[in-house]
């Protein structure tokens, strides 16, 4: 028998050993918890917004199943012998049968319906004998549970969201998805689906996803509860402002990031980047970034300035600013164990433990454990580093590379941290690595916070993380994937979407093929949220600054990676697309301000702007940058014009002024010069 009862609010059912709790929270929204522990972790994970007091109050009915099916009376019992209860938040409803099945309702009509093929002796439902129940719990040797929870398919379903995966799909019903952090893949698990609800799967375990045609399961690996949160709207951004309403938005973009971004891999010299700095002034190009890339240090974990290359970083520092020009300086999580952090911060317990086998965590160019910064202590301690080291002489930004963490080889099951077990708490890393800095920063004093990060988690876009694609290969196929990987990172409320211009893994610079990419991905990174150049460009054939084994330079470097790097008529072009991004800073501190205030997307899906067209669900090769501009980027080589769908409305060429009617597919001139873009009239 089930039995009900009402918690500070929340509906509260127990059957069979597990508690259930459902309670209003947010806009609209739901939020569930079931667990077979007595207790509740207490755990909010990405659910850390305050949420008014008004959006905290449901409404909860109680009634008696009369019905084999558990449809019950419909009349409300007062809970007195309840065998079925409802809890009513603004739009949504979920309802709880006898056996403790559950169903959502938007508006009375069901969205979402928990998928269970068993026999109680009440109710059955499909093929009862294959015993498959909603919410599994599976114990693991020695405690917690691998959980999987299961819902019914929805015919012609769409699903966004859910973050970065590399593959071009932008409509995720069908596919498989690995809830894991790794390089160029970031977990995000809030899903938005073209039948008007969100879902947040509120939980940083490793685990999987996935939207079959046959029903949709969530998986973690390591749990000791269930904890997902759902909410409804009529548009997609009604479901992506309720969702940042609970988890956060981004700050407002400070004065000084929507130009350019000027990075390669790597200055090796204070005198190299002051080099390229002046030769930036002394072309005319306004430059916003100058990224200083890895092994700028002596070794991993020691956080500090080679000086034997970098005598004297202040006065550098000092020089690029009187230029106008942000510095940004890469940190990485890792701490070799010749660093000079490396034993008191091994004694102190302040980096990943593994269960098994060798305490290395990540191998390139040193043995290396990484840092576990969920433990407070760790951020405390690598800020007085980073603090003493880079802050206190003027750097502007952190770029908190390999934010994963990048593993040696991704066996979750081999390390723990101070939060727990890496199965089951290791997507929110790459949040609590960020907040090494933003908390820091925000607690000096600073307004102005800007950070690059590699992988973030639900929620991370309130701690003013650029997140970028991470290292990726120099080929079309790698550009088709960012086009939808953009689309889904804003979906799932990260707004501050970047990637690596041309792809991150190039073997040759002096290659045609290669430069018609780079030209057409700077384009299209042009109406992006922020325009960087930044490369690992072969050939290989670049002489080390000396043969020491550490330091600043022995490492290689790659071909320079500048605007005029590639040719005068390349240059040009990207000259061109320059201006054209700096005429447009008004309208970009718009559409960035409205991702402050409501969450919405730089980078927006067709349908988030025209979602009562059907057209919109279906179109996933062009976008629009804020609600005025229709981008339509070139995805393919050789190509000199594409087909362009135009919604209905009036629609103006940004380079001929043409002014076109919508609501039809048009073919648009594309010559390598040209992005087509169109702007609503």
């Not at 169903?103 to 015993?131: A, H, N, P, Q, V």
């Not at 390089?183 to 995000?188: D, E």
């Not at 981008?631 to 002014?659: C, F, M, N």
Request: proline content about 4%; some cysteine.
């Amino acid at each position: 028998m089930i039995v009900f009862s009402e918690e500070n609010g929340a509906l509260k059912a127990r059957k069979g050993g597990e508690t259930i709790i459902i309670e209003a929270w947010g806009q609209d929204a739901l939020r569930v918890r079931t667990t077979r522990y007595p207790e509740f972790s207490g755990k909010d994970w990405a659910l850390n917004e305050e949420v008014p007091a008004e959006k905290r109050k449901a409404k909860i009915t109680y009634s008696k199943a009369e019905q084999i099916n558990g449809t019950g009376t419909g009349q409300d019992c007062g809970g007195i012998g309840a065998t079925e209860a409802s809890i009513e938040n603004g739009r949504l409803r979920a309802h709880i049968n006898r056996v403790g099945i559950l169903t959502f309702y938007r508006d009375g009509k069901k969205i979402l319906e928990e998928y269970y093929r068993f026999y109680d002796g009440t109710i059955s439902k499909g093929s009862r004998c294959l015993k498959l129940v909603a919410r599994e719990y599976k114990p693991h040797k020695g405690g917690d549970y691998r959980i999987t929870v299961r819902f019914e398919p929805n015919d012609g379903e769409k699903i966004f969201g859910m973050g970065q995966y590399q593959q071009p799909r932008a409509d995720l019903k069908g596919c498989i998805l690995e809830l894991a952090q790794r390089n160029s893949q970031i977990t995000v698990p809030f899903a938005v689906s073209n039948l008007g609800y969100g879902f947040l799967w509120n939980n940083p375990a490793v685990g999987s996803a996935a939207f079959g045609m046959n029903r949709t399961e969530w998986v973690a690996e390591a749990s000791k509860e269930v904890d997902y949160w759902i909410t409804v709207g009529d548009t997609p951004a009604d479901l992506v402002k309720n969702y940042t309403e609970v988890t956060g938005r981004a700050p407002r973009v400070p004065e000084g990031y929507l130009g350019l971004w000027q990075s390669k891999l790597r200055y090796r010299t204070q005198e190299e980047v002051l080099q390229i700095a002046h030769a930036y002034k002394d072309k005319g190009i306004p430059l916003d970034v100058l990224v200083i890339d890895f092994f700028h240090w002596t070794l991993q974990g020691d956080w500090k300035w080679d000086t034997k290359y970098w005598p004297d970083p202040k006065a550098m520092i000092d020089e690029l600013h009187s230029m106008g020009i942000k510095v940004v300086v890469s940190v990485w999580p890792s701490v070799d164990k010749k660093s000079e952090n490396f034993g008191e911060m091994a004694d102190r317990g302040l980096l990943i433990r593994t269960e098994r086998g060798s305490d290395q965590t990540y191998d390139y160019q040193g043995d290396c454990v990484e840092i576990d910064p969920t433990n407070p202590e760790t951020r405390d301690f690598v800020w007085s580093v980073c603090k003493k080291n880079y802050y206190d002489m003027g750097v502007d930004v952190f770029w908190l590379d390999n934010s994963e963490p990048d593993y040696v080889a991704y066996d979750f099951d081999n390390y723990r941290y101070y939060l727990g077990t890496a199965l089951s708490c290791s997507n929110i890393y790459p949040q609590y690595y960020s907040r090494i800095f933003y908390d820091n920063e925000t607690a000096a004093g600073k307004k102005d916070i800007v950070n690059l990060l590699r992988s973030c988690w639900a929620g991370s876009q309130k701690y003013a993380n650029v997140v970028w694609s991470g290292d990726i290969p120099s080929t079309w196929e790698a550009l088709r994937d960012q086009l939808a990987a953009g689309i889904n990172m804003g979906l799932a409320g990260i707004p501050w979407w970047t990637t690596d211009i041309g792809g991150f893994m190039t073997d040759d610079v002096d290659d045609p093929d290669f430069r018609e990419l780079l030209v057409r991905w700077y384009e299209f990174a042009t109406f992006t949220a922020f325009l960087r150049m930044h490369g690992d460009r072969g050939r290989y054939n670049i002489p080390a600054l000396d043969d020491r084994d550490w330091g600043g330079g022995y490492l290689h470097t790659g071909q320079p990676n500048e605007l005029w790097s590639y040719g005068e008529e390349n240059f040009a072009i990207m000259k061109k697309y320059l201006d054209i991004r700096l005429s447009m800073k008004d309208y970009l501190n718009k559409v960035f301000d409205e991702a402050h205030e409501n969450g919405s997307p730089i980078l927006r899906a067709m349908f988030y702007e025209f979602p009562g067209e059907e057209k919109a669900w279906e179109t996933f090769d062009q976008f629009m940058l804020g609600s005025e501009y229709l981008v339509a980027p070139v995805l393919y080589p050789s190509v000199t014009e594409r087909q362009v769908w135009l919604p209905e409305g009036e629609w103006e060429d940004i380079y001929t002024h043409e002014k076109i009617s919508g609501g039809q597919t048009i073919t648009a001139k594309a010559p390598l010069d040209v992005i087509p873009v169109f702007r609503k009239a």
